[in-house]
């Protein structure tokens, strides 16, 4: 079945009652547009970012972590460009698709208004009744939409606007103003990246789609610092590792495809973007993105902290601002995706059915369940169980209700393999082992399970 075609609540339903996902803050009604990971989420939620660190950490030498704060000095924002940005008011020209400043168009075609006391209702009106051409284009205008993309707080007891800071809107900030510590630290050379894993928050003006747009969010976020001349060829590098490590998840390739940015789409600090797109049952939506953001946050940051960022060549003993590129993922996107993509509603012989996630071993949440045929036997089953997470493989055990319908549950929670103890166990020492794809089932000794579920 393509991800078109599968219902959307239905698969919201099954991950609320299985445990995936709840809506936060339930019981008081919740709070719009929040989710909570429940025991089944927040494990395929962990495994995820251990596949990720794995990739794109471990396995790439010249790749560091770092975890930094979510709270950053308000400079930081400064210098992002998040505080220019992110907080006017802005209306699209929809015949050229750009998006201005409402109070900048104003300000500059009609200097006499004074537009301090004017709503952005008022703008709007305004701009729709006087301005039919600008930036050399007839205009069609859309609404203003006032973006207050980043959270503001305070820091300290005394509640003043000198004090106030923002939840960071995305974990690259964070890394860029630690490039030099972890270059010195490091002793990298270039190209080398730097990458963490963290939560961010915006306040988005259309949050929706479940968990695909949400105001809080977690991101996998990786910059590679490089040479300019070789910065296309890392960017092209990223783009393939990223849609290879979408395909090593288990994501199908036919719900995926690439989309790169045109030129006038290009964000302001941007030299080429490509998006990959994954195709939920909304329709195709950005799952991820690599960007080659050149030199613009090294040399931002040294513009308003004034320090210096330069890297100094070993070879030509020249100093150079590195250009960057940036694979940047978002956790619970991704994880919306993984779950769309393995949901299957199957139809079995006997006009039976089954929900299954066929999710990839290594994030299925539980690899194993252990399922005692009656519970006398629930002694020899918790042996099993012991053995198996003390040998690092994650299992669950369950001992109530048909054997038929546990095995229909694990199913449904995306677990790979099943265990049935039965009283043959007690003379054979031989187990039944169940695999959640083929349904197929084998008789093998107790002593070789570890190596059948390697
Ligand atoms: P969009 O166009 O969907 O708003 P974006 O281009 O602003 O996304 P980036 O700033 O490139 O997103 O962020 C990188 C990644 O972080 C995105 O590809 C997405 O996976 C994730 N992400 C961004 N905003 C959100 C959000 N509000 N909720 C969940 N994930 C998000």
Redo the contacts with the bound molecule.
Sequence with gaps: MMNKEKNIQEIINHLKSAGFVFQGSEIYGGLANTWDYGPLGSLLAKNLKDFWWKEFIIKEPNNFAVDTKILMNPKVWEASGHVANFSDPLIENKLNNKRYRADHIVEQLFPEIDIKNMSNLDLENFIKENVKEYDNSKTDWSSIRQFHLMFETQQGVVVDKKDLIYLR??TAQGIFVNFKNVQRATRAKLPFGVGQIGK?F?N?VT?GNF?????E???M?LEIFSYPEQSFDIYKKYLEKVWNFLLKLGIKEKSIRLREHQKEELAHYSQA?S?IEFLFPFGW?????V?HRGDFDLKSHMLHSKENLEYLDPETNKKIIPHVIEP???????LLALIVDSYENEKLENDDTRIVLKLNKELAPYKVAILPLVKKLSKNADDIFQFLVNNNISATYDETGSIGKRYRRQDSFGTFYCITVDYETLNDNKITIRNRDTMKQERIDIDQILNYIK
């Design positions: 809107p995305e961010s915006r988005e949050p968990i695909f747009r949400t105001r969010f977690e991101q976020e973007t998006d939506g950005e799952l991820l993105g960007a940047s993922i978002g956790m619970d996107r991704l």
